[in-house]
């Protein structure tokens, strides 16, 4: 059973992640448009990205962000409208922030590392 602590910190969590992605999301869409705005195709855009910390750190935190947002809104929709509780439900949602994590930093590390 979680306290109203935990709640308070998942709350936090969530906003203080959507915080994040709403600048990310921007960031990426405003580089996007001006990328291929400037003419460049999609592999030009993968070879200016390619080997950059810059883009490899930005697109990180980007994934963190997603991985902690994403599971804690699953959560509560779980839980409002299923009335899911308890441990099985942490334990749903947990895999849920892993997988996102793990396919988000595959996905940098092919963008940006490869």
Request: overall charge positive; proline content about 1%.
């Amino acid at each position: 059973m979680t306290t109203g602590r935990t709640e308070a910190l998942l709350w936090l969590a969530q906003r203080a992640s959507a915080a994040v992605l709403a600048l990310c999301v921007v960031v990426h869409l405003a580089t996007i448009m001006l990328a291929v705005r400037g003419g460049l195709s999609g592999a030009e855009i993968l070879g200016r990205t390619r080997g950059s910390l810059a883009w490899a750190l930005f697109y990180a935190v980007f994934v963190l962000a997603v991985a902690v947002h994403a599971p804690i809104g699953l959560r509560a929709i779980a839980r409002e409208t299923l009335g899911w509780r308890g441990v099985t439900l942490e334990a749903a949602t947990g895999a849920v922030a892993l997988a996102l994590a793990w396919a988000g930093w595959r996905a940098v590390a092919g963008l940006v590392l490869a």
